[in-house]
């Protein structure tokens, strides 16, 4: 019993630790965006900063107009997904990125969407 519990514990870590961990890089993404902030803010160059270090991290599920899913690499984000804002009166910036992973637990046909929610807001250059 102890064995069974153990191995369903190891299979539901190696289905999940990637997401997380893309989820980690995401993060350094958005760090990275928000600190383009401290010279210049440039809202184009901070999405372009976390759209291009996304897009070769993980992947993502694309349907096709008969409902069939793909599995494509990248998180597949999207600008609508980012949000930037800077504050005139005190200099802060945020940057939020919203997105949802899919989970397929192989061999059988369960799904998990899992929900994610990284976001930086201050002063650029600050801890």
């Known amino acids: 019993m102890l064995l069974a519990l153990l191995a369903g514990a190891i299979y539901v870590a190696a289905m999940l630790v990637p997401v997380y961990v893309d989820n980690l890089t995401v993060k350094e993404a958005v760090t990275a965006a928000h600190n383009r902030a401290i010279a210049v803010f440039d809202e184009r160059a901070m999405l372009n ?33 980012i949000v930037i804002e800077r504050s005139e009166v005190t200099s802060s910036v945020l940057v939020r990125v919203e997105y949802d992973r899919t989970v397929r637990f192989k061999p059988s046909k369960y799904v998990r969407t899992i929900h994610f929610r990284v976001e930086k807001e201050g002063i650029p250059g600050q801890r």
């Not at 409902?67 to 997904?81: D, F, S």
Request: net charge positive.
């Open 49 to 81: 900063t976390i759209l291009e270090r996304t897009n070769r991290l993980g992947y993502h599920w694309e349907y096709d107009k008969f409902g069939k899913a793909t599995r494509v690499p990248g998180l597949g984000l999207k600008p609508e997904q």
